[in-house]
Structure formats: C-alpha cells, structure tokens
C-alpha cells in the first residue's frame, strides 16, 4: 500500500501539502517519525517565509536555530513574537546565509544590537520592507548602512527608534526616494526639517505617521501636501502643533487623516457635553 511518504518529497509533499498547513502543525509533525523529521527538515530548508506569530511565544532559542540553519532561500522573516529572546547570536547566521530576503519585521526586538542592522544592510540588497518598531537600539550609524547598501526600501517603520534624529532620517530618505511607507512615530526627536526632507525627496509617498511627533508643526505638513501628489494618508495624532490650516489641504484631496475636521471634533465634544447629538446646520 502507498504511504504519504512514497509521495515525492521535494515535487509534491513540500509544495502541494506542507505548504498549506500552518507552521505549527508542520514543526509538531517532526515528532511522528524519522522519515517526518526528514521531510519537515527539507520543508524548513526551501520554505520562502518564516512567520514566528504563527508559533506563538513559544518557540525555544534552540528550536529557532536549528530550524532555520539550513534556509538560504528565504524572502520574509517575521521575528516580532521573538521578542523576548532574540539576541545578535540567533539572527546574525539566519541573515548571513539569506541574500533574498524582501521583509524583515524585527519590530520590539529589543535585545538586537546595530550589529544585526549593519549585517541586514550587507547581506539584503534587494530588501524592500522594515519593520525597526521599538528598537531603541538603532542609531543613527547603522540606518546609514542600511540606506547606503539597501537601494530598493519601499516600507520602512521607525515608530519610537528614539536614538533618531532629523539627521539620520533626511539622510535615509535622500539615498531612499522610493520609499512609499514611512513610520517615524512616537519620536520626540523629530522636526520639520525631516518631514520636509521626505516630501522632497520622496515624491512617491503614500503613507506617512507621524503620531505623537511634538516638533512636527504645519509648515512642513504644506510641504508634504506640495510635493507628495499621490498621498494617501497621514497620521498627525497628538501633533499639537499641525493644525487645520495645513490638513485641510490634504483633506480636499481625500487624504485619510486620523484626526477629525475642528466641526467635527467640535460636535463630538458637545454630544459628549450636552448627551445627544445637535443637529446643526452651518454655512461655512
């Protein structure tokens, strides 16, 4: 009688059945047999995306090692749930060997080092996606790497990488113009001169936080609104200093915004004053 196993591995069981079950399941089929450990080996070897969400916050340092040690192939690695563990000694092999990766999502890994960055910047020149969230490990020496050796960055998220000055971001976006996703949220660091250094030399920006940026104040957000033709939204929340006279630019081009017109936010208020909703007809 036929055994699953009798299937050719690399023709069918790794790209018509491993592939379509989730992670988990296929590292707990390592446990059945000896044959299966082979098999789930050889799937981890080719596999083009290692999603750690899909394992929880379970998985071991020693389990993450030995999983991917054989991967060269990889395009996606999804670290964020290893949050707690991941050190430059796990990482830096997983990138040395993996010259295609496209997305890197490291964000709140707090534990890396500028070493991991500057190995990602050498290894990954095709890489396109960065999610750096939380890692106030990052200054301003290794995002330099990464913009001089990574020339493809279309979506790179920087939310509360504190280190970060206006300097080290207006260098970024000079040597990134194609950046269509910029985070630079939570960081108190940054001014106007970084935001009117993006919307110069990022034309193509689409999506811009700037959420809980304190020095950000309208004169740069009119020059996103001039230079940015093909924005689509921006975030401004608690940016006490960007006001309706630059938003309402953008607002006209149905930009998404995160923050309400002043009616809007007016109305709100007294609802939450007055318990129900004024209907109010205003010529403005």
């Known amino acids: 009688s036929l055994h699953l196993l009798d299937l050719p591995w690399e023709d069918v069981l790794v790209p018509h059945i491993l592939s379509y079950l989730p992670l988990r399941h296929i590292i707990s089929l390592q446990r059945v047999s000896k044959a299966f450990q082979s098999l789930v080996q050889l799937y981890l070897a ?13 998985l071991p ?18 670290l964020r749930s290893c ?18 990766l496209l997305h890197i999502n490291l964000n709140s890994c707090v534990q890396l080092s500028r070493q991991s960055l500057v ?5 990954c020149p095709h890489l396109r996606n960065i999610c750096l969230g939380h890692c106030e ?19 790179v998220d920087l939310t509360a990488c504190r280190q970060l000055k206006d300097d080290a971001i207006c260098y970024l976006v000079q040597k990134s113009k194609q950046i269509k996703s910029l985070s630079l949220a939570v960081n108190a660091n940054i001014s106007d001169i970084a935001v009117e250094e993006t919307a110069k030399n990022c034309r193509d920006l689409e999506h811009l936080d700037l959420t809980g940026c304190l020095r950000v104040k309208n004169e740069s957000i ?11 939204s921006l975030k401004v929340k608690h940016c006490h200093n960007v006001t309706e006279s630059s938003l309402g630019i953008l607002r006209k081009r149905d930009v998404t915004l995160d923050v309400e017109p002043p009616l809007q936010r007016a109305l709100v ?5 007055v318990g129900f909703a004024p209907f109010i007809n205003l010529q403005i």
């Not at 208020?269 to 004053?273: G, I, K, S, Y």
Request: net charge negative.
């Open 46 to 58: 080719n596999c083009r995306s290692f999603d750690s969400t899909q394992l929880g916050s379970q």
């Open 61 to 78: 340092k020693s389990a993450f090692s030995s999983m991917l040690r054989h991967n060269s192939v990889l395009q996606r690695l999804d």
């Open 83 to 100: 949050s707690d563990w991941l050190t430059d000694k796990e990482l830096l092999p997983v990138i040395g060997q993996n010259h295609h």
């Open 119 to 123: 190995a990602i910047s050498l290894s």
């Open 137 to 155: 490990w990052l200054d301003c020496l290794s995002l330099r790497s990464l913009a001089d050796h990574c020339k493809h960055l279309e979506d």
């Open 222 to 232: 009119r020059t996103l609104a001039e230079y940015c033709a093909g924005l689509k």
């Open 269 to 273: 208020l007294l609802q939450d004053v």
